[in-house]
């Protein structure tokens, strides 16, 4: 999910809002939902609800957002509610705000524009095997606001469960953490 790329989405300010994506089978693909990272005109009001990934697809994550220090925009409101999977490579949500791959070194940062990540909401998500249930990799200089992770089940993780740095407001209740 896209909206707009740097100074072309700055400039336009129009942003992704008001999807809602229900009752789907995932076959493939890399993530049921990746956000960004070209998000300069701003995502909120997302909902997925109700949906499967097939048996045998390993999708990286449940939910991915992405973003770096040029891209500006914002991510709000975005809820996830009774997703099963079996399998995910990495885990069920992923937040990184460090997202530059190639460009880090060939292109210079002219113009720094952070991305506010506010209310991401997970309820009644049920998996078999990944490495993590949450991790988020925020920004120092402006940290990510109010995640809740509700009756949220990886069964088997291969590595830390909830691994998250530069967050605020983060909760994960009614959740069975030993899974």
Known sequence: MKSGRNPEGWRLKTPTKNIVIR????????????????????????????????????????????????????????????????????????????????WRNLVPTKVKKLTPITNVYLSHIKAEVGQFVSKINGNPELPIQTIRLKDVHLKKTTSTAIQNKYVNDFSYTNSDKSE
């Open 23 to 102: 009752n789907c089978e995932i076959r493939d693909g890399h993530q049921l939902l990746a956000v960004g990272s070209e998000l300069s005109g701003g995502i909120e009001n997302i909902y997925v609800n109700n949906c499967t990934v097939l048996p045998n697809e390993k999708l990286m994550h449940l939910l991915f957002i992405k973003t770096n220090e040029r891209m500006g925009g914002y991510v709000k409101n975005i809820y996830f509610s009774k997703i099963k999977a079996q399998n995910v490579k990495e885990g069920i949500l992923g937040i990184d705000t460090d997202v530059l791959y190639q």
